[in-house]
């Protein structure tokens, strides 16, 4: 008996399967089961819930397709698949800004007074985080939120980025020392 014939499922603690049998379904439905709710909680926080539903869901899309790119030997199936979210993540807010901008011009104007003051308060601190978030290079900002908001360790995001791990400790202690200093770059 194979690893995903006993119900579908590889064994606790497999983190680098096969993705090339001939039954992709199997394993990709446990690959669901098992990170889809992370990988939607993570890109909630990035990009809210709607675009998260349709991000996760495009994920596992790009990774059914792009299984025989996987290397087992060289990332865990986690990182393969934060990696790709990420990615995908990055078109998706460029897209985003495009729009915004195009139509940054065109501000409803809300005439109740109270929701107005707390939209002002909410955005006044929407925009100092994401003033400083801003302020990081889209690749320090990618190794901060992996591992602050993931749940990444510094060797996940490495693979999940395809860079060294060095790379990561180094990009996130810069940042930590940024975010210290107040976000100045």
């Known amino acids: 008996m194979t690893d995903t014939e006993a119900g579908g499922q590889p064994p606790p603690g497999r983190d680098r399967p096969d993705l090339s049998g001939p039954d992709p379904g199997r394993v990709f439905g446990w690959l669901f089961d098992t990170h889809a709710a992370a990988l ?21 899309v790009v990774a059914l ?10 990332a865990a199936v986690r990182s393969w698949l ?26 409803p104007v809300d005439g109740h007074a109270n929701r107005v003051a707390e939209r002002v308060d909410a955005q006044a601190a929407a925009q100092r985080l994401a003033g400083a978030l801003t302020k990081l290079s889209p690749g320090d900002r990618d190794v901060l939120l992996l591992i602050s908001w993931a749940g990444l360790d510094t060797t996940e995001v490495a693979e999940a980025l395809d860079i060294p791990a060095g790379t990561v400790r180094s990009r996130l ?3 930590r020392k940024q975010l210290r200093k107040g976000g100045e770059a």
């Open 40 to 60: 939607r909680h993570y890109l909630v926080r990035r990009v809210g819930e709607t675009a998260a539903d349709d991000l996760v869901s495009e994920t596992f």
């Open 65 to 74: 397709h792009q299984r025989h790119r996987y290397d087992p030997q060289r």
């Open 82 to 107: 934060y990696g790709i979210a990420t990615n995908l993540m990055r078109r998706h807010v460029r897209d985003e800004t495009r729009q915004l901008k195009a139509h940054s011009a065109e501000t």
């Open 173 to 175: 202690h810069r940042v």
